[in-house]
């Protein structure tokens, strides 16, 4: 499991940065229907960064009187006999369209036509630009892999980076793309050097794809490469090539290759790259890459001691222990302990950050747990030595095999018994040379292990209670497959929603296949600064854990991922706040890892007889107000439980559902976070919330 990175803004030598709060701001009604505060309901809650496109579907409903002289016109007899006929008619149409499967059927498709109709394949997913992973950001992180080849093959200290109005610049100061084959490396399925070990031996993009995905995908796409004075110049349009160029130089320019691409909205529709995500991707590229200078729209990314920056970055003071690193020419890793509950890893391949981990963090991890019992000569368990843990890792393999194209977990069997040895041996060197901190170790394992003894007495005592009562959970409304079904439950996801009129509308609108509901009785209790045996004692969130499958272990989690689909009214946003905290505080993996999400639904739906135009903001609101005219009527969502369940339906389908994943901007953020807006009222956040309360003419009612 890995954890998200932050997105620093400061420039090099800036040693910290801004805490921030859970990125984005929600969705949901920015103004309520009484007097709140704009930001203090925001606070923990994520949202989308920019506007969503407004879905329009069409009128479900006809006139009273078109429905009476319907009626009036058929029978019930000759209706059943109209409903036979056109089902025939369908039939006969669908055999006449199989007949046609012949040759003339079949279609061929080049490289690019391929990667722009099957897109998924190659970037994952698509997405405006308000997830991090979203496609726009892999195009990016293509292009500018390439450039990380050069440097980690010696070619090259500096990359220069431009992103601005949607387009993107990027220049290397390596070896260029050979002359002749330039077109044909950003054009060409299996087309390069990253196949040739000779040239590239720890590539990041090592499957050939990279560039011509970014060339299918983009509206507009050029190439330069300069080497030894003369250039090649080409330039695509959903890659289809344009223009070609080649040429001497008139002045001495450094060798290197130049790219710049517009995502193609055709593909992406609106979209807008937010800075934060790519920061935190240059901040990436430099803790893995040090002594290597990126230069973002003229700020400076640079780091000397790689992933000790990171780490030191993410923890700072919170660490109980100085941070502990290993380097060598295959493996790098950095570790320290937290009083934090569960464990946060940050994991790399060649550069690739492994969101899912992989064979090198597990094996990581045993070399970790074998180390410490080595140096201990103990047998401590594994759960008592790693839990508060925090570490970053970088392995460095040949011929890595990820799982997708988007390498978010890597799959190779043969490099857990080097990691295990090095890891064990490089950690048994580092405490015996930092004695303190390893005293400062052990009183955090044996703490662990008291904890858990302690925990096991109140886990059963809760798992008895839960016994009694009922075999299953009665707020819980399971699907079929999870995530331990493999490619079944892969999709799987729970809903985590308040009261039942909230989980009636949803149970009808699911697909009780991969989609389950938990229901909250009403708001949970405000867990924050209490002890970790204290949420097992807590009944609703108990049968919350067990509704998760974490009461005894996170590994066992069943869902893909947890949503949380509470109303955008204040009542919501305060669930919302209280569920958050409590993952935060106890379950903070499940976030860092980006399990977690916000279900977002329309605000308004604005109609006339013949549309709908759902709504997720006001802005859109208005838009649709005047697209539809004067005649149209607006309703304003304020519950969940207020949508019809077949209008329901298209708001929780994957195809059309709009989730925010949750995502902290910095580990050590987060208990300042929690304090400030889930502890005891200080005088700052009630001077917080007089100065942005709203008057009666900022509320919209």
């Known amino acids: ?122 970037i994952g997913r698509l997405g405006d630009g308000s997830n991090q992973n979203d496609g726009i950001y892999v195009l990016l992180k293509e292009v500018v892999d390439n450039a990380i080849d050069e440097y980690i093959m010696g070619y090259g200290k500096r990359i220069d980076v431009e992103v601005k109005d949607n387009r993107v610049k990027v220049r290397d100061y390596g070896r260029g793309i050979p002359l002749g084959s330039v077109v044909d490396c950003v054009s060409q399925i299996n087309t390069g050097a990253k196949y040739n070990d000779d040239v590239f031996q720890f590539s990041v993009g090592m499957n050939g794809v990279g560039t011509k995905a970014v060339n299918a995908l983009s509206s507009y796409f050029r190439v330069l490469s300069i080497r030894d004075g003369e250039c090649v110049e080409a330039i695509f349009e959903r890659g289809k090539l344009v223009s070609q160029k080649r040429g001497a130089l008139k002045q001495k320019v450094h060798n290197g290759t130049y790219f710049e691409f517009v995502p193609d909205e055709g593909i992406f529709g609106k979209y807008s790259f937010n800075m934060e995500f790519v920061e935190k991707r240059m901040w990436n590229y430099a803790y893995l890459n040090e002594g290597l200078t990126i230069r973002l729209n003229g700020q400076d990314f640079y780091s000397e001691n790689g992933l000790f920056d990171l780490l030191n970055k993410e923890m700072e003071d919170e660490c109980l222990y100085q941070i502990g690193s290993y380097t060598s020419d295959h493996l790098r890793f950095a570790f320290t302990h937290t009083n934090a509950y569960g464990e946060n890893h940050f994991s790399f391949v060649n550069g690739q950050y492994t969101a899912d981990g992989g064979t090198h963090l597990n094996a990581f991890k045993e070399g970790f747990v074998r180390g410490v019992n080595d140096f201990f000569s103990a047998s401590y368990k594994a759960e008592d030595i790693r839990d508060g843990m925090a570490s970053a890792i970088l392995v460095k393999v040949k011929d890595p095999v990820f799982e997708s194209q988007t390498k978010n977990k890597l799959g190779n069997t043969d490099v857990r018994q080097w990691i295990v040895s090095e890891v064990q041996s490089g950690l048994n060197t580092w ?29 059963k005592e809760a798992k008895e209670a839960a016994k009694k009562i009922n075999i299953r959970i009665p707020k819980l409304k399971d699907c079929k497959f999870h995530v331990q079904d493999g490619s079944k439950g892969e999709n799987s996801m729970i809903f985590i929603t308040e009261g039942d009129s909230a989980s009636g509308t949803m149970t009808h609108s699911r697909d009780a296949n991969f989609q389950a509901i938990f229901s909250l009785r009403g708001k949970p209790e405000n867990m924050y600064g209490k002890k970790q045996s204290e949420i097992y004692k807590n009944d609703e969130l108990y049968q919350l854990m067990m509704a998760l499958g974490i009461e005894t272990d996170i590994e066992n989690l069943k869902y893909s991922k947890i949503v949380i689909a509470t109303d955008a009214d204040n009542d919501g946003f305060h669930i919302r706040n209280l569920v958050m ?27 006339n007889k013949k549309e709908n135009i759902y709504c997720y903001s006001e802005e859109e609101r208005d838009k649709a107000q005047k697209e539809l005219g004067k005649g149209c009527e607006t309703s304003r969502f304020k519950g969940l439980g207020e949508i019809n369940p077949d209008e329901f339906r298209q708001f929780i389908s994957p195809e059309t559902m709009h989730l925010t994943p949750v995502e902290i901007s910095q580990l050590k953020a987060v208990p300042k976070l929690l304090s400030f807006y889930m502890g005891k009222n200080t005088p700052e956040r009630r001077q917080f919330i007089e100065s942005h309360l709203l008057s009666n003419a900022d509320i919209d009612a």
């Open 581 to 607: 905290t409590f993952f935060l505080g106890y379950f903070e993996e499940l976030v860092t890892s980006g399990r977690v999400f916000i279900l977002e639904t329309p605000l308004f739906r604005v109609r």
């Open 431 to 459: 405490l015996h040379k930092n004695p303190e901190a390893a005293k400062k170790l052990k009183e955090k394992i044996e703490a662990n292990e008291k904890l858990r003894t302690e925990l096991s007495a109140v886990k």
């Open 1 to 122: 499991m890995g954890g998200k990175i932050d997105n620093a803004k400061k420039s090099v030598g800036s040693k910290t940065a801004a805490s921030k709060t859970v990125a984005g701001k929600t969705s949901a009604v920015k103004k309520s229907e009484s007097k709140v505060t704009k930001s203090s309901v925001q606070a923990i809650v994520p949202a989308a960064k920019s506007a969503v496109a407004a879905k329009k579907a069409p009128a479900k409903t006809v006139s009273k009187v078109e429905e009476k002289t319907a009626v009036k016109t058929l029978t019930s007899a000759e209706k059943k006999k109209a409903e036979l006929a056109k089902a025939q008619k369908e039939k006969q149409t669908t055999v006449k369209q199989v007949k046609k499967y012949d040759e003339s059927q079949v279609k061929h498709l080049d490289a690019l036509e391929h990667i722009r109709l099957r897109s998924g394949m190659y």
